[in-house]
């Protein structure tokens, strides 16, 4: 190979290199780059009084729980690109939630708002119970405006 045809090949590999998007889809487990804290706060079993308004939280399973003006709410922690578990796995800060696997943002109601994830989190029915503990249920889904009053 003469130098100017191998000089073109290696322009050509790197070019090719830095318009390639940084999610290949190979690696769900990858952690966040940006150094910072990564992982959704709670240990997973929310009462009400642990969910302000504003903010999320790990709920049981693969969920996460949220709280905005209309109240309470559930959906999957699941990220909708390659299934990265945004409660460990994820930025959350006042505005977004942020997939450590490969970048896509969420607003904290769960829209989708940029990155390879195709969809918005899909919500999950939601329950108060009587001592004010929250149980979830990731096998019913619900529309993403469901919300439970917090009284
Ligand atoms: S798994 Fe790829 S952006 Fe979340």
């Given amino acids: 190979m003469n130098e100017r045809r191998r000089f073109l ?15 290949t889809g190979s690696d769900p487990t990858a952690s966040s780059s940006s150094g910072g804290a990564v992982g959704v706060p709670g240990n997973g079993s ?59 943002k969420y607003m904290l109601d769960g829209t989708r708002v940029s990155g390879p994830a195709p969809a918005s989190l899909a919500h999950i029915k939601l329950t108060v119970n009587a001592d ?14 469901v919300r439970t009053p917090v009284t």
């Fill in 9 to 23: 090949k290696v322009i050509g590999g790197a070019a090719l290199a830095a318009s390639l998007p940084a999610c």
């Fill in 132 to 145: 004010k503990t929250i149980s979830v249920d990731p096998n019913v889904t619900v529309d993403a405006s």
């Fill in 46 to 104: 929310p009462k009400v009084a642990d969910v302000l308004p504003g903010t999320l939280v790990r709920g049981p399973g693969s969920t996460l729980v949220g709280r905005d003006s209309g109240g309470l709410y559930a959906m999957t922690s699941l990220c909708t690109h390659n299934q990265c578990d945004l409660r460990t796995n994820g930025v959350v800060s006042a505005s977004d939630l942020t997939c450590g696997c490969h970048g896509s």
